[in-house]
């Protein structure tokens, strides 16, 4: 049974107890008005006679609901009394929703399809120094690692959620923060600045289970609730589920990563094969003896 004025955690109210806050309002308009234009993009390339993965657009697709699900559906209502509630949404906006948009590649959707004006206004973007601070990947992984650690052990937390405007900001700026960490570890999209080795891309990851599993453990050993309107049981329940979600999309991003490097790896294989192969034949048709090869080998 809930407390006394707490809503109930059940699934008539999951579905009934959506947000229409100005806010919540904003995020809907904003994401239809995105993925119309995406789909419309998409359906230009297409009519051009080139070929758009379906798989991007159902990331693309699916990163907007995780992003709608997060900050306008009933996970959103659930954060004012449980804290499972607020991990849910915390996963949505950082690990889930971010990751997907970066496959489905809006940028290069968005250079294929727009205007040479509004090209060139994008490329001066994407190859400003204010941009190339921003997306700095140190500063962007500090961010993204340890913003969650300042957050939730800290009074932030208590703040944000008694002053929801303050809430809507943070959101936004976890959201951004996310993007911007997700955008070279997914590496589809064209990346001018900070360019990082398949190496760089895994260990980003993998650093990222250790402090993950320390935050985690730090709210299950909590003894007081991570905010007042929590008790400490739904601070421990939150934190397991921040545990066992965090680690798990973790694991899941790092297969596309691992699987784009062995591609990469064959490529260069493959391209340094036959640059061995030309030489070969050019030496062989100019009569020049190849370093190495003898004539058993050839």
């Not at 499972?84 to 949505?92: K, R, Y």
């Not at 790092?254 to 070969?280: C, S, T």
């Amino acid at each position: 049974m809930p407390e006394a004025g707490r809503l109930a955690f059940n699934a008539s109210n999951a579905f009934a107890r959506w947000e229409f806050t100005p806010f919540a309002l904003l995020v809907l308009v904003t994401v239809i008005a995105t993925g119309a234009w995406y789909l419309r993009a998409q359906w230009a390339v297409s009519l051009r006679g080139r070929r758009w993965s379906p798989k991007r657009t159902v990331s693309f697709i699916a990163g907007l609901v995780a992003i709608d699900l997060a900050l306008q559906s009933s996970v959103a209502t659930f954060t004012m009394d449980y804290f499972q509630a607020h991990v849910i949404q915390h996963l949505l906006l950082m690990v889930i929703g971010p990751p997907l948009l970066a496959m489905g590649a809006p940028m290069t959707l968005a250079l294929q399809t727009s205007s040479r004006s509004t090209k060139v206004r994008l490329l001066k973007i994407l190859n400003s120094r204010p941009f190339r601070l921003v997306t700095h990947p140190l500063p962007v992984w500090f961010l993204y690692y340890f913003s969650m650690f300042a957050f939730f052990l800290t009074v932030a937390l208590n703040v944000a959620m008694t002053h929801m405007w303050v809430m809507d900001l943070v959101n936004i700026a976890f959201f951004f923060a996310s993007t911007l960490f997700w955008w070279p570890i997914i590496a589809i999209d064209p990346i001018p600045h900070w360019q990082m080795s398949h190496g760089v891309r895994l260990t980003s990851l993998l650093i990222g289970v250790p402090l993950e599993s320390f935050l985690a453990l730090a709210l299950l050993s909590a003894t007081r609730p991570a905010a007042s309107m929590y008790s400490v049981a739904s601070t421990h329940s939150g934190a397991a589920i921040l545990w066992v979600g965090a680690e798990l999309f973790t694991f899941l991003a790092l297969i596309p990563v691992f699987i784009q490097w062995v591609r990469f790896e064959e490529r260069k294989g493959a391209r340094y094969d036959a640059q061995l192969d030309a030489e070969m034949l050019a030496a062989g048709g100019s009569g020049v003896a190849v370093p190495g090869l003898s004539a058993t080998d050839s």
